[in-house]
Nanobody
Framework: QVQLVESGGGLVQAGGSLRLSCAASGRTFSSYAMGWFRQAPGKERERVAAIIWSGDSIYYADSVKGRFTISRDITKNTVYLQMNSLKPEDTAVYYC??????????????WGQGTQVTVSS
């Protein structure tokens, strides 16, 4: 069983930055994919970024390319999402997820509790 705990959300002005963290535990993650999703009120969940634990493959949604960076610290079993140049439309609850591959992240049952990100205009 995988446990995921997010942190780092908050309120920031447009143009600002936040870094989200996802601490993972409960198994060996060397062959796993980790991802960040977000869901705003009234909108569908969106996969924002994902990374293979080895770092060999990274995915970004078009809406965040060039602004967000996903990374991982193997020694800490932690995945990060550095969010720069934030926009009001980035406002959402952000969730961390784990799965065997980047593609299967969309169907995983391993989720964190979520952290709220609010970007004011």
């Amino acid at each position: 069983q995988v446990q995921l705990v997010e942190s780092g959300g908050g309120l920031v002005q447009a143009g600002g930055s936040l870094r989200l963290s996802c601490a993972a535990s409960g198994r060996t993650f060397s062959s796993y994919a980790m991802g960040w999703f977000r869901q705003a009120p009234g909108k569908e969940r969106e996969r924002v970024a994902a990374i293979i634990w080895s770092g060999d493959s990274i995915y970004y949604a078009d809406s965040v390319k060039g602004r967000f960076t996903i990374s991982r610290d193997i020694t800490k079993n932690t995945v990060y999402l550095q969010m720069n140049s934030l926009k009001p439309e980035d406002t959402a609850v952000y969730y961390c997820a784990a799965a065997r591959t980047i593609n299967t992240l969309d169907y995983t049952t391993s989720w964190g509790q979520g952290t709220q990100v609010t970007v004011s205009s």
